[in-house]
T-cell receptor
Framework: EAGVAQSPRYKIIEKRQSVAFWCNPI?????LYWYQQILGQGPKLLIQ????????DSQLPKDRFSAERLKGVDSTLKIQPAKLEDSAVYLC??????????????FGPGTRLTVT | AQSVTQLDSHVSVSEGTPVLLRCNYS??????LFWYVQHPNKGLQLLLK??????LVKGINGFEAEFKKSETSFHLTKPSAHMSDAAEYFC?????????????????FGTGTRLTIIP
């Protein structure tokens, strides 16, 4: 079974530039998550999708971050404009949705963003 | 609100000796608890999970954890460390937002414990 795919793996941009990350979840997984992991910290949930609807985006800085999941499969996370404090690893995860219980989240390798 | 506290940011043990990574949690509900491992340049991998069944949970690679409600702890142990165990370990708590409908679980990660194995 193929895992969660993310691209690019690494990205270096200057502050005030824009950047986009792509995630392809495991086939059949209806729930998709984006996390931000700052160096020395645990991952923090940015946004959670159930199919193509947003379940939780309470910790997404909406003035500069946006995410979409068209057609309920792939997802993109965008930062515009980037700030120095956005330097982090951005993790995508997916999980099965069958109603009524929690299922394991499978994580991708992440995209390491450096803002200079 | 839910939270986890990993009591050690860095643990070093010699190969072949026991491993203990400590975690305390806080949750308003009956929590689900997890341990994830993160090897360099690799994705997070689930080691084990507790979801209100047996309090002693066995995971992959010889790891296990015991849920102790009275102590609000979920410490991770392994009897004998191997060089391949060197990684970052995260204790995670899951609470539901509303009811028990799937899709409402929210994972809250600890700050991580870096495990170093001394040859």
């Amino acid at each position: 079974e193929a895992g969660v795919a993310q691209s690019p793996r690494y990205k270096i941009i200057e502050k005030r530039q824009s950047v986009a990350f792509w995630c392809n979840p495991i086939s059949g997984h209806a729930t998709l998550y984006w996390y931000q992991q700052i160096l020395g910290q645990g991952p923090k949930l940015l946004i959670q999708f159930q199919n193509n609807g947003v379940v939780d985006d309470s910790q997404l800085p909406k003035d500069r971050f946006s995410a979409e999941r068209l057609k309920g499969v792939d997802s993109t996370l965008k930062i515009q404009p980037a700030k120095l404090e956005d330097s982090a690893v951005y993790l995508c995860a997916s999980s099965l949705s069958a109603g009524g219980w929690s299922y394991e989240q499978y994580f991708g390798p992440g995209t390491r963003l450096t803002v200079t | 609100a839910q939270s986890v506290t990993q009591l050690d940011s860095h643990v070093s043990v010699s190969e072949g000796t026991p491993v203990l990574l400590r975690c305390n949690y806080s949750s308003s509900y009956s929590p689900s608890l997890f341990w994830y491992v993160q090897h360099p340049n690799k994705g997070l991998q689930l080691l084990l999970k507790y979801t209100s069944a047996a309090t002693l949970v066995k995971g992959i690679n010889g790891f296990e954890a015991e849920f102790k409600k009275s102590e609000t702890s979920f410490h991770l142990t392994k009897p004998s460390a191997h060089m391949s165990d060197a990684a970052e370990y995260f204790c995670v708590v899951s609470d539901v937002r509303e009811g028990r409908n799937f899709g409402n679980e929210k994972l809250t990660f600890g700050t991580g414990t870096r495990l170093t194995i001394i040859p």
